[in-house]
T-cell receptor, first 116, second 108 residues
Framework: DAGVIQSPRHEVTEMGQEVTLRCKPI?????LFWYRQTMMRGLELLIY????????DSGMPEDRFSAKMPNASFSTLKIQPSEPRDSAVYFC??????????????FGQGTRLTVV | GQQVMQIPQYQHVQEGEDFTTYCNSS?????IQWYKQRPGGHPVFLIQ?????EVKKQKRLTFQFGEAKKNSSLHITATQTTDVGTYFC????????FGAGTRLTVKP
């Protein structure tokens, strides 16, 4: 398996533009997580999907952010309109929860977003 | 969701010195995971602790889970330059909320 695949790796966009980040989880994993990482705020959980259903989106900053998981092999994180403060590295991770003894989360390489 | 607090935020050591980072939760954790992120990289899983008082070792790394399952620690013996990076604890695993991390730098 190629691991968690994110695209694009880098994105530079102008303020006000729509940005779509993409993630392909590891086949067979039924949990998917989107994180945002900045120096100031660390690694923040934005949203968590289980079996394609959003379970916890309390970390989504505001209405400009939306995430979807139309099927088990694909998820998107959209920012519309983008703002300079959205500049960060966005990670996608997937795992296969096993109850009390959960399995590890595998992270993608991340998308470095710069909004100018 | 549950939050975990991690200290210290930064640690700079001389190569060969030991290093410890601590993770604390206000609530009991079903289990806890540790990850390492190299500069410019992504978090990579190191280990999971499940049992109260559990101690696990990976070469120079020793992981402990507190008796009350509310705290955990990672200890590195005789650090090397390859240990550089940020170490995160995360829990509860189902929601994968990370601590702020401890950034370790090692001076050769």
């Amino acid at each position: 398996d190629a691991g968690v695949i994110q695209s694009p790796r880098h994105e530079v966009t102008e303020m006000g533009q729509e940005v779509t980040l993409r993630c392909k989880p590891i086949s067979g994993h039924n949990s998917l997580f989107w994180y945002r990482q900045t120096m100031m705020r660390g690694l923040e959980l934005l949203i968590y999907f289980n079996n394609n259903v959003p379970i916890d989106d309390s970390g989504m900053p505001e209405d400009r952010f939306s995430a979807k998981m139309p099927n088990a092999s694909f998820s998107t994180l959209k920012i519309q309109p983008s703002e300079p403060r959205d500049s960060a590295v966005y990670f996608c991770a997937s795992s296969f929860p096993g109850g009390e003894s959960d399995t590890e989360a595998f992270f993608g390489q991340g998308t470095r977003l710069t909004v100018v | 969701g549950q939050q975990v607090m991690q200290i210290p935020q930064y640690q700079h050591v001389q190569e060969g010195e030991d290093f410890t980072t601590y993770c604390n939760s206000s609530t009991t954790l079903s289990n806890i995971q540790w990850y390492k992120q190299r500069p410019g990289g992504h978090p990579v899983f190191l280990i999971q602790l499940v049992k109260s008082g559990e101690v696990k070792k990976q070469k120079r790394l020793t992981f402990q889970f507190g008796e009350a399952k509310k705290n955990s620690s990672l200890h590195i013996t005789a650090t090397q330059t390859t240990d550089v990076g940020t170490y995160f604890c995360a829990g509860p695993p189902a929601y994968m909320r990370f601590g702020a991390g401890t950034r370790l730098t090692v001076k050769p």
